[in-house]
């Protein structure tokens, strides 16, 4: 996939003429648990020439694909995507902390990155989680048999929920470090479960798992509470040094 990917992004930049900054995969298999069937989330940053800014109306800021049987394609343009960083949008935090990467230009993670601790609102990180959480309790894990897919998207949520309201950083995008919030008794569940799920297909069920499904149950409770009493710092200079981004990206796009 990887060759048609980096096709893809080349004729999205030729066609809408625009400059990809950066482009990376965004769903399970950046998380660390795909199913063999589980299809490419390539999400992308891009830019378009300076002139495209100075204009009184602001133009289309995304750009979205039909998705097909393999690729899921989409993106966010640049100031866009900064305004949602700062706003603490998880899922850009996620996009910037992606173990695969399909295409990075102008060094866009590494300039970032030193602005994501203090543009990251603990509080609004908490809530997206618990809000995937509380999806995944209420609606998908309540029966006798449930899918493995959303037993591990509700398990990912709980765990990034608790780095928050435990560790109070920015929780990481993958699995791996996640789990290790797991208590002991769980892991050796978890193991099995994430050994059939990497042979099993997007839609396979398993017998609900008591103890683990307990486990989100307690959590989102404990997230709950937590959330009320979490501390919000406020990084007042997060706004002005975005902006210094923004102009130096812009201003090297098409020189560059």
Request: proline share 6%; net charge negative; charged share 25%.
């Amino acid at each position: 996939m990887l060759p048609r990917i980096q096709t893809a992004l080349r004729q999205l930049e030729a066609t809408h003429g625009i400059r990809i900054l950066y482009a990376c995969e965004s769903g399970s298999r950046a998380w660390g648990f795909p199913s063999p069937d589980s299809d490419f989330d390539v999400r992308f940053i891009y830019c378009h020439p300076p002139d495209w800014y100075l204009t009184l109306d602001e133009g289309r800021d995304t750009l979205n694909f039909p998705v097909d049987d393999e690729l899921d394609l989409a993106g966010w343009e640049l100031r866009k995507a900064l305004r949602l960083l700062r706003a603490s949008n998880a899922a850009l935090f996620e996009w910037l902390q992606s173990p695969v990467l399909y295409h990075e230009a102008l060094d866009f993670r590494a300039r970032l990155a030193p602005l994501m601790p203090a543009a990251f609102n603990l509080k609004a990180g908490l809530h997206h989680y618990l809000g995937q959480l509380r999806h995944g309790v209420e609606d998908d894990l309540n029966g006798d048999e449930i899918r493995l897919k959303r037993l591990f998207y509700a398990l990912r949520s709980a765990l990034a929920a608790r780095w928050i309201w435990s560790q109070h950083t920015l929780p990481p995008m993958e699995f791996a470090p996640l789990r290790e919030l797991l208590p002991a008794g769980l892991q050796g569940e978890v193991d099995e479960l994430l050994a059939r799920k990497a042979d099993a297909n997007e839609k396979t069920t398993v017998p609900s798992p008591t103890a683990l499904v307990g486990f989100l149950q307690t959590e989102l409770a404990a997230g709950q509470a937590a959330r009320e009493l979490l501390a919000v710092p406020r990084h007042g200079r997060v706004a002005e040094e975005l902006d210094v981004v923004f102009r130096a990206l812009i201003s090297e796009a098409f020189t560059r």
